[in-house]
């Protein structure tokens, strides 16, 4: 199992989490599968960027991500040189720590009607 560390997020984490992760797993459905409920729009499929997370600790662990990822990337908030898109980026066997930013780019959410 891997360490992941969650910085507080506002509304989704205020507090902050530290949790395990089976490496393999994308963080999106780590997050999920404990009580984190980051946006995923458009259901974890690399179209769109509300997943966006920026790794504080633990980048290098992790695969590079696709060309399809980075061009998405260059259209999500905040973007910095560590961020990933959740439901691409897979845990790998060193500890993460993860950033949810403030703010997600959803041109269409379900939730706000």
Same mark, same amino acid.
Do not use: F
């Given at each position: ?27 999106? $459905?780590?997050?999920? $599968? ?9 259901? *974890? ?22 060309? *399809?990822?980075? $061009? ?42």
């Amino acid at each position: 199992m891997t360490k992941v560390t969650i910085l507080p997020h506002d509304t989704l984490c205020p507090e902050g989490k530290t949790i395990e992760a089976t490496p393999g797993t994308s963080i999106c $459905d780590t997050l999920l $599968d404990n009580g984190i409920e980051i946006e995923h729009a458009c259901e *974890k499929s690399c179209a769109c960027t509300t997943c966006h997370v920026i790794l504080r600790e633990g980048y290098q662990d992790l695969e590079p991500p696709t060309e *399809k990822e980075d $061009d998405l990337l260059d259209k999500a908030w905040g973007l910095e040189l560590t961020s990933r898109l959740s439901c691409q980026a897979r845990v790998g066997g060193e500890p993460l720590t993860i950033e949810i930013p403030r703010y997600t780019l959803n041109q269409v959410s379900e939730s706000k009607k």
